[in-house]
């Protein structure tokens, strides 16, 4: 049973109907500079899926860059799009794909700062001290936790400073809205297969009039800014993964929240010390993210092999370290290795949540795993 929809959500079907006539020989074409028909038809293609994308958040078609995933979206924003000498801001629970970028420009001489969170994981945006122009990146949602953050009145801060203003929708888009003509936002990161959509595929939104250093030389693809044959499949699965994302995030957001309390609700019945990180409100609606004090989580979910769920954080695969999300929470090490995270998604049942809650119960109150019982 997959409920592990942060790290990555299943294919909707109807995606991969649009992707299929584009996986066949039948249609063979490069998208770029092809002087017949079947590359024209390639390129057709992706122009429509780019302006799909754009739909989506609001913005202009010729706004979207289309790259490998939200990991190079977040570089080539932050490496590529960070003025030289400015300073660079990022919240302390940001992903490693941002994290890493922000270190890098700091090697690089750019001041670097990371604003901190409260218990919930919210950032405060009187945090955001500028004095003048900076590189602010703050997710839109987190991916452990699923604590939103006020973007609107971040990015109206920098902007105020003559900053620009990043940010990682990654989590965000599959079950709510964002509009970066709106919010004025300059820069926005987004996946596919976080949206129901295809791996291998993200793009990144980039404000007209903002200067952008590409990562990649050469070719000439989408106007140099991020050079390489793109794979028209992927590109159509994205387009089609936005779209219907727009049709459904409100109805999706109702019925995860309601099945995510379900499932708590069934959980705190059976393991009264468990406690919850994600917010109880206004938080990411499919994200459930446990502490059980006294448990050892990687150990625990080793008795649950037919549960797909997760330690701390599925998309930091292989460090075994304390989160460094529920660290900067406030959290003890000890906290974060006794905490789990469940990821519902479109296509979860409320059986599903029934099942994985008795599971999980028998498990945590019956097994050598239980604190009780040690
Ligand atoms: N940003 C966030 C918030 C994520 O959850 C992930 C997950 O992996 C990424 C970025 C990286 O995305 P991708 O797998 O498309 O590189």
């Given at each position: 049973?997959?409920?592990?929809h ?8 109807a ?91 700091e090697r ?11 218990d ?8 955001l ?73 993200g ?7 903002v ?94 092999p ?43 049942t ?7 809650a ?17």
């Amino acid at each position: 049973m997959y409920l592990d929809h942060m790290a990555s959500t299943p294919l909707d079907p109807a995606v991969l109907d649009e992707m299929l006539p584009w996986l066949s020989a039948g249609a063979v074409g490069n998208p770029h500079a092809s002087g017949h028909r079947a590359g024209w038809r390639a390129a057709e293609a992706i122009e429509r899926a780019r302006a799909e994308v754009a739909t989506l958040i609001n913005a202009r078609p010729g706004e979207i860059v289309f790259t490998s995933g939200a990991t190079e979206a977040n570089a080539l924003a932050l490496l590529g799009g960070t003025p030289d000498g400015w300073p660079v801001v990022a919240s302390a629970i940001e992903h490693p794909s941002v994290l890493a970028c922000v270190a890098e420009l700091e090697r690089r001489g750019h001041p670097a700062s990371r604003l901190p969170v409260d218990d919930a994981g919210g950032v405060d945006p009187d945090s955001l001290a500028l004095t003048g122009p900076a590189l602010v990146s703050v997710m839109a949602a987190n991916n452990e936790v699923g604590t939103v953050q006020p973007i609107a009145e971040l990015a109206r801060r920098c902007r105020q400073r003559g900053g620009l203003f990043h940010t990682d929708a990654v989590q965000r888009l599959a079950t709510g809205e964002i509009d970066v003509t709106a919010l004025g936002i300059d820069l926005l990161s987004l996946s596919g297969h976080k949206l129901h959509g295809p791996m291998g595929i993200g793009a990144l939104f980039v404000r007209q009039g903002v200067a952008l250093r590409p990562l990649l030389f050469g070719g000439g693809q989408q106007g140099g800014k991020r050079p390489g044959t793109l794979p028209t499949a992927l590109c159509v699965g994205l387009g089609a993964a936005c779209r219907i994302a727009r049709e459904r995030r409100q109805t999706d957001a109702a019925r995860l929240t309601l099945l995510r309390e379900r499932l708590v609700a069934a959980l705190a019945a059976g393991i009264p010390t468990l406690r919850r990180n994600s917010p109880a409100e206004g938080g990411l609606p499919g994200c459930l993210h446990l502490t059980i004090p006294g448990m050892d989580a990687a150990d625990s979910l080793l008795d649950l092999p037919d549960l797909a769920l997760s330690t701390g954080s599925a998309c930091a695969s292989g460090d075994t370290g304390p989160s460094h999300v529920l660290l900067a929470m406030g959290r003890t090490p000890a906290e974060a290795h006794a905490s789990i995270r469940i990821g519902l998604g479109r296509f979860t049942t409320e059986a599903e949540v029934d099942h994985a809650a008795a599971r999980l119960v028998e498990v945590f109150t019956a097994s050598d795993h239980s604190p009780a019982r040690r």
